[in-house]
C-alpha cells in the first residue's frame, strides 16, 4: 500500500469513527448506533446471534441491496483456466466500520462497510500451490484479535499457513513466525505434505492463544496420513505453544481404544470446521471428525478416540478437561460437522453453563460445559452390526433421550414418498436396489448401503443458532441421503476395502421420501423440548408433478445458513452443487432469497430475492445508525460476490 492509499484509508477510518462515536466494541442495544461483528458465529459461542432489531418484521421484505463487491478471486481465476474455487463459504466480521472477509482462495480484504470500498487486499499466494486437499479452494473466514493500538486480522489458510496481518493496512505483522508467517505443516507429530494439509475454517483465539484446527484428506491416499492434532500458537509471535493429538501417542489418555497399533499411522480425526470457546473458563471446544477412512474401519480397531468426539481443553495449556464420543467407531463419515453452541440456560430451576452439539445425524447433545455431565440421560443402544470380514462395528451408539432428533434418521418403508400413487410405486421399486435400514446401519458388499442422513445431511457446518434471552436454539438440516458402495482397496493401501459414497437417485428430481427435504427447527434448551419445525425452500415450485398438488411446502434438500436477531430468525438458502468431469464443480441458483421466520411461531413472514444463492451464514452490523445485513453468494461456476442489504439506498 503506498503513502496515498494508507492516508486515504486512515482519513476513512476518521470519517467512520465520527459516524459511530467513540467506535466502542461493545453492544449497543438501546439508539445502536454501532454494533460490531468480531468473530465467525458473531460470538466465540457461536450464537450468530445480534441484538439489533432496526430491520424487523414490519420491514424485512423493504431490505435493497446496498452495495455488491467481488472477490478477487474471480481475476485469478480469468487469468488461470486451469484453476477453479468450491462456492465462497466466508462470514465476514465487521469491526469499528471496517469488514474483514477471507476469499476461496484465503485472500484476505478489509472492505468499507458502508460504501463497499476495498481498503486492502491481502493474498498469500497460495493459489501458486496448486489445487488444496479435500474440497480444495474453499474458506470460511478470519479470526481478529486486539491489544490496545495492536489490531490484528488472522487466518488459516487452504495451503497450510498461519498468517498475522495488520488490520489497518494489511501487512505481514513481522514478528509474528517467519516475517508474519507460520508454516502448519512443521511442528506435527508426523512430516505432512502440503498438498494434504491446510485450514479452511477460521481459527480461534481465547487467552491470547491462537487455536487452530486442520484440512486434512477424507480418503487415504498414503500409507500414512496427517494427523488432525489441534495446536495452541502465541497470538503475539506465532510461537507454538502445545499440541493435543487427536489420535492419542503410546501413554496417553485413549492409547488403548487404537488396536494393532493404528495410531501410528491412521490420519485425519481433525477439526476441520469452526471451533468454540468460554473466555471466562479459558476452555476451547473441539468437534472432532472421522478417523480414515470414513466408511471402513477394519484397520483401525476399537472405539477410536477422539474421532468423532467434542473435546474441551485448556486453551493455554492443551490439557484436556473432559470429552464425550458422539459415535464410537465411525464409519458413516459423521464428523461433527459445526461449532458446538455455548448456552446459559435453566433445566428445572437450575443454572447451568452448557454447551450443544448439533450433528450430520440430526441428534443435539446437550451438556454441562465446565463438567461434560449430559444435561439429560444419554443411552448407550444396540446398533446392527457388520458382516464385512476384518470390520469390528461397536456394539452401541450413544441416543439422547432429549432433545429427540430433529430430523429424519434411517430408512423405512413407512417414511416413503407416498405424494402420489405412482410416486409411492417408483419409490419402492428403486427401495430394492439398496441395502438400508435404521441409523447406524453398516455397509455391505453386494449391494450399496442407503446412510440417511448422509454426510452432508443433518446439520453439517451451518450448525444451529442460539438465542441467549429466550434459550431458544435454531438448527437447520437436511436428510441428503447417500448410497455407499464398497469396492476392493487400491493396492498400494493396507486397506481391504474403501467406500464410495454418491447421491442416491431420485424419481426426476422427487425424492424418494416423504417431504420435508429441508427444515428449521427451534428446541427450548431449558426444557429439550421442540417448540415448531417449518419446511425451508419448496421444491415443488420447480416440479411440474407437484405444482398442482394440494400440498404444503415440501422444503429443499440444501443447506440453511442462519442469522438470529433480537426479532428474526433470518436464513440464506444455498442452491445445488455437484462436481463436474475433469474436477470442476457447478453451483446452481434455484429461487435465491434470504427469508425471515417468526422467532416465536416459524410463521415465514417476508423473502427477500438475491442474485444468487447464499453460501455462507449470513450476519449484521450497524455504522452511522444504520443496520446492515452481509451474505456471501456464488463462486465454482458464478462470480463469487459479497451482498450486502440494508433499509436504505447507499450513494
Same mark, same amino acid.
Given at each position: 500500500?503506498d503513502?496515498?492509499t494508507?492516508s486515504r484509508?486512515?482519513?476513512q477510518?476518521a470519517?467512520?469513527a465520527s459516524?459511530?462515536?467513540?467506535g466502542?466494541n461493545?453492544?449497543?442495544?438501546t ?6 461483528w468480531k ?12 441484538p439489533l432489531?432496526q430491520?424487523?418484521k414490519?420491514?424485512?421484505k423493504d431490505?435493497t441491496?446496498?452495495w455488491?463487491w467481488e472477490?478477487?478471486?474471480?481475476k485469478?481465476?480469468a487469468?488461470?483456466?486451469d484453476?477453479h474455487t468450491?462456492?465462497w463459504?466466508?462470514?465476514?466480521l465487521?469491526i469499528?466500520?471496517?469488514?474483514y ?17 476495498t481498503?486492502?487486499i491481502y493474498?498469500?499466494e497460495s493459489?501458486?500451490?496448486g489445487?488444496p486437499?479435500?474440497?480444495g479452494?474453499a474458506?470460511?473466514?478470519v479470526e481478529?484479535w486486539?491489544s490496545g493500538?495492536?489490531?490484528?486480522i488472522?487466518?488459516g489458510?487452504?495451503d497450510?499457513y498461519?498468517?498475522a ?5 494489511g501487512?505481514?505483522i513481522?514478528?509474528f513466525?517467519e516475517n508474519g ?10 512430516e505432512v505434505?502440503?498438498?494434504?494439509? %491446510?485450514?479452511s475454517s477460521? /481459527?480461534?483465539? +481465547?487467552r491470547?492463544v491462537?487455536?487452530? *484446527?486442520?484440512?486434512? $484428506?477424507d480418503?487415504?491416499v498414503?500409507e500414512i496420513?496427517?494427523p ?5 500458537f502465541?497470538?503475539?509471535n506465532?510461537e ?5 493429538h487427536?489420535i492419542?501417542h503410546e501413554g496417553?489418555f485413549?492409547?488403548?481404544t487404537w488396536?494393532?497399533e493404528?495410531?501410528?499411522t491412521?490420519g485425519s480425526a481433525n477439526?476441520?470446521t469452526m471451533?468454540?470457546a468460554?473466555?471466562?473458563l %479459558?476452555?476451547?471446544?473441539? /468437534?472432532?471428525? +472421522?478417523?480414515?477412512?470414513?466408511f471402513? *474401519?477394519?484397520?483401525? $480397531?476399537g ?5 468423532e468426539?467434542l473435546?474441551?481443553l485448556d486453551?493455554q495449556t492443551?490439557?484436556?478437561i473432559?470429552?464425550?464420543q458422539?459415535?464410537?467407531h465411525g464409519i458413516?463419515?459423521?464428523?461433527l460437522?459445526?461449532a458446538?453452541?455455548l448456552?446459559?440456560?435453566n433445566?428445572n ?5 452448557g454447551i ?5 445425524q440430526?441428534?443435539?447433545?446437550v451438556s454441562d460445559r465446565?463438567?461434560?455431565e449430559p444435561?439429560?440421560?444419554?443411552e448407550?443402544?444396540?446398533v446392527?452390526?457388520?458382516n464385512?470380514?476384518g470390520?469390528?462395528?461397536s456394539?452401541?451408539q450413544p441416543?439422547?433421550t ?14 416413503v ?8 410405486e417408483?419409490?419402492l421399486e428403486i427401495?430394492?436396489n ?6 447406524y446401519?453398516?455397509?455391505?458388499l453386494d ?5 440417511l ?6 446439520s453439517s457446518?451451518?450448525g444451529?443458532a442460539?438465542d441467549?434471552e429466550?434459550?431458544?436454539?435454531y438448527?437447520?438440516?437436511i436428510?441428503y441421503p447417500l448410497q455407499?458402495?464398497?469396492v ?7 486397506h481391504?476395502v474403501?467406500?464410495i459414497?454418491?447421491?442416491l437417485e ?13 427444515r428449521?427447527?427451534?428446541i ?8 415448531w419445525?417449518?419446511p ?5 415450485r ?6 398442482n398438488l394440494?400440498i404444503?411446502?415440501?422444503?429443499r434438500p440444501?443447506?440453511?445458513?442462519m442469522?438470529?436477531t433480537?426479532?428474526l430468525l ?6 445445488n452443487?455437484?462436481?463436474q468431469?475433469?474436477g470442476?464443480?457447478?453451483f446452481v ?9 417468526d422467532?416465536?411461531?416459524g410463521e415465514?413472514?417476508g423473502?427477500v430475492?438475491?442474485?444468487q444463492?447464499a ?18 453468494t456464488?463462486g465454482?461456476?458464478?462470480p ?8 436504505q439506498e447507499?450513494?
Amino acid at each position: 500500500m503506498d503513502w496515498t492509499t494508507y492516508s486515504r484509508f486512515v482519513l476513512q477510518l476518521a470519517i467512520i469513527a465520527s459516524l459511530i462515536g467513540c467506535g466502542s466494541n461493545e453492544i449497543q442495544t438501546t439508539d445502536e448506533s454501532s454494533w460490531n461483528w468480531k468473530s465467525y458465529a458473531s460470538d466465540k459461542a457461536s450464537s450468530k446471534y445480534s441484538p439489533l432489531s432496526q430491520i424487523n418484521k414490519e420491514n424485512f421484505k423493504d431490505l435493497t441491496i446496498a452495495w455488491k463487491w467481488e472477490s478477487p478471486d474471480q481475476k485469478i481465476l480469468a487469468d488461470n483456466s486451469d484453476l477453479h474455487t468450491w462456492v465462497w463459504e466466508s462470514t465476514p466480521l465487521v469491526i469499528d466500520g471496517v469488514l474483514y472477509t477471507s476469499t476461496s482462495m484465503s485472500q484476505v480484504a478489509a472492505i468499507n462497510a458502508v460504501t463497499g470500498e476495498t481498503l486492502w487486499i491481502y493474498d498469500p499466494e497460495s493459489w501458486k500451490n496448486g489445487i488444496p486437499s479435500n474440497a480444495g479452494f474453499a474458506h470460511r473466514g478470519v479470526e481478529y484479535w486486539e491489544s490496545g493500538n495492536d489490531k490484528r486480522i488472522i487466518i488459516g489458510t487452504v495451503d497450510g499457513y498461519l498468517i498475522a496481518l495488520n488490520a489497518i493496512n494489511g501487512e505481514l505483522i513481522s514478528t509474528f513466525g517467519e516475517n508474519g508467517r507460520v508454516d502448519l505443516t512443521k511442528g506435527l507429530s508426523r512430516e505432512v505434505s502440503r498438498n494434504l494439509y %491446510g485450514m479452511s475454517s477460521p /481459527p480461534i483465539i +481465547t487467552r491470547d492463544v491462537i487455536i487452530t *484446527g486442520s484440512k486434512v $484428506h477424507d480418503v487415504p491416499v498414503s500409507e500414512i496420513m496427517p494427523p488432525g492434532d489441534v495446536r495452541g500458537f502465541d497470538v503475539r509471535n506465532g510461537e507454538q505453544l502445545w499440541t493435543f493429538h487427536s489420535i492419542p501417542h503410546e501413554g496417553e489418555f485413549g492409547w488403548e481404544t487404537w488396536q494393532n497399533e493404528s495410531w501410528k499411522t491412521i490420519g485425519s480425526a481433525n477439526a476441520w470446521t469452526m471451533l468454540s470457546a468460554d473466555e471466562e473458563l %479459558g476452555y476451547v471446544y473441539i /468437534p472432532f471428525s +472421522t478417523p480414515q477412512n470414513d466408511f471402513y *474401519g477394519g484397520n483401525r $480397531h476399537g472405539d477410536g478416540l477422539f474421532g468423532e468426539t467434542l473435546v474441551c481443553l485448556d486453551a493455554q495449556t492443551g490439557e484436556r478437561i473432559w470429552h464425550f464420543q458422539i459415535a464410537h467407531h465411525g464409519i458413516w463419515d459423521y464428523d461433527l460437522p459445526a461449532a458446538p453452541n455455548l448456552i446459559d440456560v435453566n433445566v428445572n430451576g437450575e443454572n447451568i453453563k452448557g454447551i450443544a452439539q448439533a450433528t450430520k445425524q440430526a441428534f443435539l447433545f446437550v451438556s454441562d460445559r465446565v463438567t461434560g455431565e449430559p444435561i439429560w440421560p444419554i443411552e448407550e443402544k444396540p446398533v446392527p452390526q457388520s458382516n464385512i470380514t476384518g470390520e469390528k462395528t461397536s456394539a452401541t451408539q450413544p441416543f439422547p433421550t432429549r432433545p429427540l432428533p430433529y430430523d429424519r434418521q434411517g430408512v423405512s418403508l413407512e417414511e416413503v414418498n407416498d405424494l402420489t400413487p405412482e410416486l409411492k410405486e417408483k419409490a419402492l421399486e428403486i427401495l430394492k436396489n439398496y441395502h438400508y435400514g435404521p441409523i447406524y446401519t453398516p455397509h455391505v458388499l453386494d449391494k450399496p448401503t442407503i446412510m440417511l442422513p448422509g454426510w452432508a445431511g443433518g446439520s453439517s457446518w451451518a450448525g444451529a443458532a442460539f438465542d441467549p434471552e429466550t434459550g431458544i436454539a435454531y438448527i437447520s438440516s437436511i436428510i441428503y441421503p447417500l448410497q455407499i458402495r464398497m469396492v476392493d482397496s487400491p493396492s498400494q493401501l493396507p486397506h481391504a476395502v474403501v467406500g464410495i459414497p454418491s447421491p442416491l437417485e431420485t424419481m426426476d428430481g422427487i425424492p424418494i421420501w416423504k417431504p420435508p427435504y429441508g427444515r428449521v427447527t427451534a428446541i427450548d434448551l431449558n426444557t429439550g423440548d421442540h417448540r415448531w419445525m417449518s419446511p425451508l425452500g419448496d421444491i415443488s415450485r420447480a416440479h411440474e408433478e407437484l405444482k398442482n398438488l394440494d400440498i404444503p411446502p415440501t422444503g429443499r434438500p440444501s443447506r440453511g445458513h442462519m442469522l438470529l436477531t433480537k426479532s428474526l430468525l433470518i436464513v440464506g438458502q444455498e442452491g445445488n452443487t455437484q462436481r463436474q468431469e475433469g474436477g470442476q464443480r457447478e453451483f446452481v441458483s434455484f429461487e435465491p432469497s434470504l427469508v425471515a421466520f417468526d422467532k416465536q411461531t416459524g410463521e415465514m413472514i417476508g423473502e427477500v430475492p438475491l442474485p444468487q444463492n447464499a453460501t455462507a451464514a449470513p450476519m449484521t452490523y450497524v455504522v452511522g445508525g444504520e443496520q446492515f445485513i452481509a451474505v456471501a453468494t456464488g463462486g465454482a461456476s458464478m462470480p463469487a460476490e459479497l451482498i450486502v442489504l440494508s433499509l436504505q439506498e447507499i450513494d
